[in-house]
């Protein structure tokens, strides 16, 4: 079947401007994790839903940042009048339940780039 | 907060062994991960362990871990170019959920 896909694969923005990226989780995966990674940076947590509800948000780092997901399936990702230090790239991943043992399947990614 | 660290750069010669290290900081992690992460493409999960285990071993993969220093490995055997990539560790956080922490990630560069 298909892996998780994201979109847009890019996205140029203007500073101040609200983008909302898309990640379409794995059919039938329970856990949905966004992630970004800045430039030669590793992966830092963002959000975690289990099913539609989100038990984790510890790593949004501001109130501009916000996600939902609907149908157990899609999440959308928001982020606010972005600032050029919103800049990165934003994975998601699916895993079937959550558990330690269970993979975490990754998507490609959404490149933004805030001028 | 949780912290996980990787040397960011490592070259070794076609058929030469690869060890990747990492050290982390969380004592409570139960698992500890190896992903890799090609050039345009995504990450995939290469091998976990479980943190009572010191070592596992995976076809060309061996992942040692030393709880008591808090510092995990991943042996590469016969490193083949292929095998050129960047290489993240990664732990379990607090709270459930298994979000990861990542480290930033070692750069193997394999050469001819």
């Known amino acids: 079947g298909a892996g998780v896909s994201q979109s847009p694969s890019n996205k140029v923005t203007e500073k101040g401007k609200d983008v909302e990226l898309r990640c379409d989780p794995i059919?039938?995966?329970?856990?949905l994790y966004w992630y970004r990674q800045r430039l030669g940076q590793g992966l830092e947590f963002l959000i975690y839903f289990q099913g539609n509800s989100a038990p984790d948000k510890s790593g949004l780092p501001s109130d501009r940042f916000s996600a939902e997901r609907t149908g157990e399936s899609v999440s959308t990702l928001t982020i606010q009048r972005t600032q050029q230090e919103d800049s990165a790239v934003y994975l998601c991943?699916?895993?079937?339940?959550?558990?330690?043992?269970?993979?975490?399947?990754f998507g490609p990614g959404t490149r933004l780039t805030v001028l | 907060g949780e912290d996980v660290e990787q040397s960011l750069f490592l070259s070794v010669r076609e058929g030469d062994s690869s060890v990747i290290n990492c050290t982390y900081t969380?004592?409570?992690?139960?698992?500890l991960y190896w992903y890799k992460q090609e050039p345009g493409a995504g990450l995939q999960l290469l091998t976990y362990i479980f943190s009572n285990m010191d070592m596992k071993q995976d076809q060309r993969l061996t992942v040692l871990l030393n709880k008591k220093d808090k510092h995990l490995s991943l042996r590469i055997a016969d490193t083949q170019t292929g095998d050129s990539a960047i290489y993240f560790c990664a732990d379990e956080g607090a709270g459930g959920g298994n979000k990861l922490t990542f480290g930033t990630g070692t750069q193997l560069k394999v050469e001819l």
């Open positions: 969380d004592s409570s992690s139960t698992y």
């Open positions: 991943a699916s895993s079937l339940r959550g558990q330690p043992t269970d993979t975490q399947y």
């Open positions: 059919s039938g995966h329970t856990a």
